[in-house]
C-alpha cells in the first residue's frame, strides 16, 4: 500500500488553486436520481469519495461522462431503475446514505444498507428516518439495511433534534417532489447545503431559507435539466491555510471563499496571521504568526469540526498551552496518539484535549486514521525534524485531490512511494 514520505519543509510559498467542495458534490450527484433528465455540473474534483459516488449511481443505471480533466460531469437519470443499493459500495462511503431520499422520492421506494459508524463515531441516521416517517413514509431496519417506502409522500413540519448536515439534505431531496410544504426546523446551515438547494432550485424545485435554521421545501411535479458548478472547498482550502501556518509561509489561495472560511480565519487572525484578500484570491501569510488559541468544533458558522485535526497539529508547535474541544463527533481525536508518536504533548480529558506547545516535533512512522487526521499528520510532517512516513494514505486521497503535488508545488518536501 502507498505511503506519504514528509521531510522537515522551508516556509511555503506560492499559489494553489482550491478544487470543488466534496461535501457539496456527493449530495448534488444523489439527488440527480430524483429528476430523469440531464444535468451538467462543473468544478467536480477527481476524489476517491466522488469515484464511488459514480460508481453507486452507475449500478442503479444512471448514466454519467465524467471529464476529469476539466472537472465537469454530465448526469442523465431518465433511463433509471430501482434496486436493493450495493453493500460493498454504500458501506465504504458513509455519505452513500444520501441516495435514500432521493430514490424515496423518485420510486417511492429504498433499501439501503445502514452506514456504518467510522473511525470518528458511531454516524446514527436516526434523524434522517425521523424526516423520511414525518412525510409519510414506513421505515423498517432489518438484517443491516434500512428500507424505505410511501405510496405518496406528503409535506411536514420536521424539527432536529441536532442540525445534522446530512439529514437535512436527505430530507429536504426526499421533500422536493412531496405534495404541499416541508419546514425542516433546525437544520444545517453549512455552504454544502445553500449548494444543494441551489442546484435543486435550478431543476425546478421550490426552496427557500436555506443558509437559516429553517428551510421551507414546497413540493413540486418535476424537475428539468440544468448546470450548476460546485462550490470550493472550504475544507481543502482551511487544510493550506494551516500548511501555511505550520511553515509559517506566505501563500495565496485561488478560488476560496473567505466568507466560509471565517471561523479558521478569525483564529489565524488571533494568531498574528495576516489574511486578505490579494491577487485574485486570499494571501494567508503566517510568518508572524505567535499565541496559541482555544478552539471548540461547532456546527456552522461555528469552528468546523473537519478543521480540528489540522488545526490540532499547528497548535503542537505553537508556543504556549491551548485546549481543543470537540462537540460534534464524539471520537474524533484518533489523530491525537499519532501526533504524540511526533513528539506532540497532548492531553485528552473527555471532549477536551490539552495541547502543549513543543519547540520541535520529529519524524516518526504514523498511521492515518481518518480523513482529516491524515491531513493533519502531513501538516505536523512538514516541520518535524527528520523525516515522516504516514500510511494508510487511502483516507487522505478520499478528500484531497493531488494533495503531494499542491503541497510540493508551495515548496514542501513529500512523495508517495
Ligand atoms: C457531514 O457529515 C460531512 N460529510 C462531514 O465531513 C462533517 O464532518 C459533518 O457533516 C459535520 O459538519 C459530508 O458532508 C459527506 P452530521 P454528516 O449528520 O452529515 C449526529 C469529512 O471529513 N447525527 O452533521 O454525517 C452524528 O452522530 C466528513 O469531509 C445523529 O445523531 O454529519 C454527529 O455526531 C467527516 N443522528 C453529528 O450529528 C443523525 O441522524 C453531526 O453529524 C445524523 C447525525
Excluded at 33 to 38: I, K
Excluded at 277 to 291: F, K
Excluded at 306 to 321: E, I
Aim: one cysteine or more; a negative charge; glycine letters at 8%.
Amino acid at each position: 500500500m502507498e505511503k506519504f514520505f514528509v521531510e522537515k519543509s522551508p516556509p511555503l510559498k506560492g499559489f494553489v488553486n482550491i478544487g470543488g467542495s466534496k461535501n457539496s458534490v456527493l449530495p448534488v450527484m444523489a439527488s440527480t436520481l430524483m429528476s430523469g433528465e440531464t444535468h451538467i455540473l462543473n468544478g467536480i474534483p477527481d476524489l476517491s469519495d466522488v469515484s464511488v459516488m459514480f460508481s453507486i449511481l452507475s449500478e442503479f443505471g444512471v448514466t454519467i461522462d465524467w471529464d476529469k480533466g476539466n472537472s465537469h460531469m454530465k448526469i442523465n437519470s431518465k433511463n433509471i431503475f430501482n434496486k436493493e443499493a450495493p453493500f460493498d459500495l454504500v458501506t465504504k462511503m458513509r455519505a452513500s446514505f444520501l441516495i435514500t431520499g432521493p430514490l424515496l422520492s423518485r420510486f417511492g421506494h429504498a433499501k439501503v444498507p445502514l452506514p456504518g459508524g467510522c473511525q470518528i463515531g458511531s454516524r446514527p441516521v436516526d434523524l434522517h428516518l425521523k424526516g423520511f416517517l414525518a412525510l409519510g413514509a414506513k421505515v423498517s431496519l432489518e438484517h443491516g439495511f434500512v428500507e424505505v417506502s410511501a405510496s405518496r409522500l406528503a409535506g411536514s413540519e420536521i424539527y432536529l433534534d441536532f442540525p445534522s448536515v446530512g439529514a437535512t439534505e436527505n430530507i429536504m431531496m426526499a421533500a422536493v417532489l412531496a405534495e404541499g410544504e416541508t419546514k425542516i426546523q433546525n437544520c444545517a446551515v453549512e455552504p454544502e447545503i445553500v449548494d444543494l438547494a441551489n442546484f435543486l432550485n435550478a431543476c425546478g424545485a421550490n426552496i427557500e431559507g436555506e443558509g437559516t435554521d429553517t428551510i421551507t421545501i414546497h413540493g413540486v411535479k418535476y424537475l428539468h435539466p440544468s448546470q450548476h458548478k460546485i462550490i470550493p472547498d472550504r475544507i481543502e482550502a482551511g487544510t493550506f491555510m494551516i500548511a501555511s501556518a505550520i511553515t509559517k509561509g506566505d501563500i495565496i489561495l485561488k478560488n476560496a471563499i473567505s466568507e466560509h472560511l471565517k471561523p479558521v480565519i478569525a483564529k489565524l487572525k488571533e494568531m498574528n496571521c495576516l489574511i486578505e484578500e490579494a491577487e485574485g484570491g486570499l494571501r494567508v501569510s503566517c510568518v508572524g504568526i505567535q499565541n496559541c488559541v482555544d478552539i471548540k468544533t461547532m456546527p456552522y458558522p461555528g469552528f468546523p469540526t473537519d478543521m480540528q485535526a489540522p488545526f490540532m497539529a499547528l497548535l503542537s508547535v505553537v508556543k504556549g498551552s491551548s485546549v481543543v474541544t470537540e462537540t460534534v463527533f464524539e471520537n474524533r481525536f484518533m489523530h491525537v496518539s499519532e501526533l504524540k508518536r511526533m513528539g506532540a504533548e497532548i492531553k485528552i480529558d473527555s471532549r477536551s484535549a490539552v495541547i502543549e506547545g513543543v519547540d520541535s516535533l520529529t519524524g516518526a512512522k504514523v498511521r492515518a486514521t481518518d480523513l482529516r487526521a491524515g491531513a493533519g499528520l502531513i501538516l505536523a510532517a512538514l516541520v518535524a525534524d527528520g523525516e515522516t512516513e504516514i500510511s494508510d494514505i487511502h483516507h487522505i486521497i478520499r478528500g484531497y485531490y493531488n494533495f503531494e503535488d499542491k503541497l510540493k508545488s508551495l515548496g514542501a518536501k513529500i512523495r508517495m512511494e
